[in-house]
């Protein structure tokens, strides 16, 4: 904390090279960089795990009507409709199992990456309270 010097990896470092000054506006920007950095690739888990379940019955559908078309074209036991029916299931299942892992895991990111952005918000107002 109570350091002079900032470190090279750091966000704030690539917005103090063109100013020794650190303002509120400088802390501003190095906190949008960092926001933007850790929240990269939440999106994309966010748009797994709301479409892998329409996927997954996409699929579904698919199977149970290939399936009314093999009962339609055969004596229609029941194996056939079983074997459709299973086929039809794990189409949902593949669907649901990746939603439900891209979601826990986007979730995870989500609040790793809040708790990062209020620490480096933290760290920030108290270089601001320090300089006043």
């Known amino acids: 904390m109570g350091g002079s010097t900032v470190n090279e990896n750091s966000f704030l470092n690539n917005f103090i090279k063109t100013s020794n000054v650190v303002s509120k ?32 019955l996409f699929g579904t559908v698919v199977s149970i009507l290939d399936t009314f078309t093999h009962i339609g074209q055969t004596t229609g036991s029941m194996s056939v409709i079983a074997t459709g029916v299973s086929d039809a299931l794990i189409a949902t299942a593949a669907g ?37």
């Open 96 to 132: 649901i199992f990746v939603a439900i892992f891209s979601y826990t895991y986007h979730q995870i990111l989500k609040r790793k990456s809040f708790e990062l952005v209020s620490f480096l918000q933290m760290q920030s107002d108290a270089i601001l309270a320090r300089k006043a």
């Open 25 to 56: 506006e400088v802390l501003a920007l190095a906190m949008l960089a960092a926001t933007k950095e850790a929240t990269k690739g939440l999106s994309i888990l966010s748009i797994f795990a709301s479409t892998t379940p329409f996927i997954g």
